[in-house]
């Protein structure tokens, strides 16, 4: 397997950052895996850490007690799990469970805030990408609702 | 004008409202069509509707029709019995013309009942597999319920070589497929942009945003069609209910490139 | 072409019999419940004679005209459409048998027409109906037959009304090409008579058997009077150039919403259009489901069920029915058929009861979009949503 500092520049996600940026944020990041039913993070637990995914699937789920586990959106390779790091008040809101094996690199929160704070210019090239995650999953989730398949009215 | 007459050899229930009708004419030999067309089914004493061919363009005998249930002609059709009647019109309306891809990878996005329309251009790339380079369905439905041509999907992947990707709106528990939106899937899956024919069919929101991501990878726009959906009713582009601007999209269409079809999907109600 | 002749009326009468003769039912106008209408004639006492009209948006009356011209009003109710390409027909009838069903197909077998004295306007529209429905890979096999044993007679307009602009169209007042025979009447110190050209075999062939004389310079000379005053009497004018991309680029004019503030969506401009050829199929069934028929019955892009889809209709607001009717006429029609399909007749601002005028929709669209370009001061606000 590639190092993390081979990998993580090559990611759709970290694409174009500069190199300087890029080794600021290396600092900040550790190769993880969990096996398939695992959970990333739970619902409500303090959100200190956001997952670029290298292998495997992620569902987001919420949990009902009458409707049971239902999913809300899968992630695959090449993109990341979790933004609530960013948020205040930094807590998940969804769980994140590995549905197959998944290699993904942890990003400290705590740790990649503070570097923004320090560096707005990594700041802002961080919250550019994460804005467009965002806005991706907004368009997802916006379309979704428009139950486009369903019966039509 | 007048419908030839088919008979119902057998039904295929597809999902809980969606059943592929297998017809064999009664009047002569069997209807030569081209992937993406659609004919005008009639249920006597019921009406009409506009309904895509699904069946193998190459092996037109018996013709299929995957039809959902969702109004009083669609109904008499899915319930139809063996042995019943059925008027056939067409077949009508351009091609997916898949062969124009020869030699490059075949991108298919597909929403809901859309799949039925596209099934033709892929059992066309299918019977022809080496003409083409990567092959890659993206799939969306509504729930798991709702996949249609799981088999085949399969068998596609499997034997085809066919990267298949299914993702639903909605995952009820016990799903472990993916969940999101389809047209999500176009920006990561491995196709070559810049030599590719698209191929889109869903609802028309669906196919905006499919062939806005599709535009956006690099595939251009003259590369991307998408079969459109308006009131067809005569199906030779006389009586004008199915005009889109200067099209008749039954006669123009429905199968049309992304580069003439853009400035009309933007303007609303037209 | 053969010579231009003068004909009298005892000559017209005997034009009106030698058609009957040859079989044809001669559909021409006349007057019934105040207005002049077309229907099977058989006498010049059938013509609408001394009787004129007066047209306005949302407004017909008949009026005594005092010359005891046949011709002076300016157009009939309905144009030739009506005859040649009937409301309703039937297409076909299927019937349960024991095998299953059995399909018969309908040909009409009415008697040829022969349409006398429609204007230049109306014969524009025959033409137009031609290209659209016969011109194309696929023929309405009803509308061909009959108009294959057609016959037209276009009669020149002397008194257009004030709706009419076939000048701005370029259909009259004097009928252009497609007519068989073409008539110009005229009533000056000389008498009462009609200047008659043939403009197809068939027409040469139906002047031959009639008894004419030479036109004089004289008679010549009082038809092109009769066509510079009627030129000069149009009610309404339609600036034509660059209409196509006009219409296109209002696709989103806040004058649709204007316009649907009026239009009542009553259907009446594409039912007296002549040149509105959208129909719809009805499906007909006896009580016992044994007997099943399919009509064609005109439709209207105006109606909600037009543009139904599963789910819904995709036009539901009136200005977006509008549009697609306006656009279609001056825009689209010239991208699918290669001609306009407005040929300036009027009717569907006299039939309008909201009495809406096509030429000022239009003058008001070409107003705005040059407001719209003069006032483009600054960048366009985003228009995408996110």
């Known amino acids: 397997m590639r190092t993390l500092a081979e990998y993580l520049p090559e990611h759709p996600f970290f694409a174009g950052l500069d190199p300087a940026s890029m080794d600021v944020v290396l600092g900040c990041a550790q190769n993880v895996h969990f096996a398939a039913g695992e959970m990333l993070f739970q619902t409500g637990s303090p959100a200190d850490t956001f997952y670029v995914i290298r292998q495997g699937r992620v569902a987001l789920e919420a949990h009902d007690p009458r409707s049971g586990t239902m999913v809300v959106a899968t992630l695959s390779e090449g993109e990341v799990a979790g933004w609530s790091w960013l948020v205040p008040p930094y807590r998940w809101m969804f769980d994140a469970r590995a549905v197959s094996p998944v290699s993904a690199v942890a990003l400290d929160g705590d740790c990649l805030r503070g570097k923004c704070d320090q560096d707005p210019a990594l700041g802002y090239a961080l919250m550019q990408r994460v804005a467009h995650v965002m806005y991706e999953r907004l368009q997802d989730a916006r379309i979704r609702l428009l139950d486009l398949y369903g019966e039509a009215p | 004008m007048v419908p030839r007459l088919f008979g119902v050899v057998r039904t295929y229930p597809d999902t809980l409202d969606t059943v592929t009708l297998a017809l064999e004419p009664l009047d002569g030999p069997p209807l030569a069509f081209r992937a993406g067309q659609f004919t005008m089914l009639h249920a006597f004493g019921v009406g009409e509707v506009p309904i895509s061919i699904s069946g193998d363009p190459t092996r037109p005998d018996p013709l299929l029709h995957t039809v959902r249930d969702v109004g009083a002609v669609t109904h008499a059709l899915v319930t139809a019995a063996p042995g019943t009647a059925v008027g056939v019109r067409g077949p009508f309306g351009s091609g997916w013309e898949v062969a124009d891809g020869t030699g490059g990878d075949v991108v298919v996005v597909a929403g809901g009942i859309g799949l039925a329309p596209l099934r033709p251009a892929i059992l ?30 399969a068998t596609w992947a499997q034997r085809h070589g ?22 999500t899937l176009v920006a990561r899956a491995g196709f070559d942009p810049l030599h590719s024919l698209a191929l889109v069919c869903g609802p028309e929101v669906m196919m905006r945003y499919a062939a806005t991501a599709l535009s956006a990878r690099g595939v ?27 099209l008749f999209l039954c006669v123009d269409g429905p199968v049309l490139s992304y580069d003439r079809l853009a400035p009309l999907l933007d303007v609303r109600e037209l | 072409m053969a010579g231009r002749r003068t004909l009298d009326l005892e000559g017209l009468q005997s034009l009106i019999d030698a058609l009957r003769d040859r079989g044809y039912r001669v ?63 039937l297409l076909w009838r299927g019937t349960r048998s024991p095998s299953g069903f059995e399909v018969s197909r309908d040909v009409p077998d009415d008697a040829p027409v022969a349409l006398f004295g429609i204007r230049g306007c109306d014969l524009a529209a025959v033409g137009i109906h031609d290209s659209v429905l016969v011109g194309r890979p696929a023929v309405d096999a009803h509308y061909a037959r009959r108009r294959d044993r057609s016959l037209l007679i276009a009669v020149t307009c002397s008194t257009p009304a004030g709706t009419c602009f076939c000048a701005s169209m370029g259909t009259g007042p004097r009928p252009g090409d497609g007519a068989d025979l073409v008539l110009t009447e005229l009533l000056d110190a000389e008498g009462h008579r009609f200047l008659i050209e043939s403009e197809s075999p068939a027409g040469a062939d139906a002047l031959a058997h009639l008894v004419t004389t030479p036109a004089t310079a004289a008679d010549q000379a009082a038809a092109d009077e009769v066509v510079a005053t009627a030129t000069a009497h149009m009610g309404r004018r339609l600036r034509t150039d660059d209409l196509h991309d006009l219409l296109y680029a209002s696709a989103e004019s806040p004058r649709w919403s204007d316009v649907a503030e009026r239009c009542l969506a009553c259907t009446n401009c594409t039912m007296v259009c002549p040149t509105c050829f959208c129909t719809s199929v009805e499906d007909v069934s006896d009580l016992s489901g044994d007997i099943d028929e399919r009509h064609r019955v005109w439709d209207s892009c105006f ?38 399909g407005c040929v300036g007749c009027g009717r569907c601002l006299t039939w309008c009861p909201a009495g809406i005028d096509l030429t000022a929709e239009v003058a008001a669209l070409r107003e705005e979009l040059a407001h719209r370009e003069t006032s483009r001061t600054g960048p366009r606000p985003p228009s995408t949503d996110h």
């Open chain 2, 124 to 153: 066309e790339v299918v019977s022809r597999r080496s003409d083409y380079g990567r092959v890659v369905l993206l799939y969306g439905a509504r729930s798991p319920a709702d996949i249609l041509f799981a088999d085949d999907m």
């Open chain 3, 303 to 340: 109606s909600l069920e037009y543009s139904r889809l599963h789910g819904g209709a995709v036009r539901t607001s009136t200005g977006a029915r509008y549009r697609q009717w306006l656009t279609h006429k001056l825009a689209a029609w010239p991208d699918q058929f290669g001609m306009s």
């Open chain 2, 220 to 246: 251009p726009d003259t590369r991307i069609r998408l079969s459109m959906e308006r009131n067809m009713r005569c199906g030779i582009g006389l009586c004008g209910h199915c005009q889109l601007r200067e």
């Open chain 3, 27 to 89: 559909v021409g106008p006349t007057v019934r419940d105040d207005a002049v209408v077309l229907a099977e004639i058989t006498t010049l006492q059938d013509l609408p004679g001394g009787i004129g009209d007066e047209q306005q948006p949302g407004h017909y009356r008949t009026r005594p005209r005092d010359d005891g011209a046949l011709f002076g009003f300016a157009t009939t109710v309905q144009s030739a459409k009506p005859v040649l390409f009937p409301a309703n027909e």
């Open chain 2, 162 to 183: 066919i990267v298949v990707e299914v993702t639903v709106d909605y995952g009820p528990p016990g799903w472990s497929g993916r969940v999101g939106l389809v047209t």
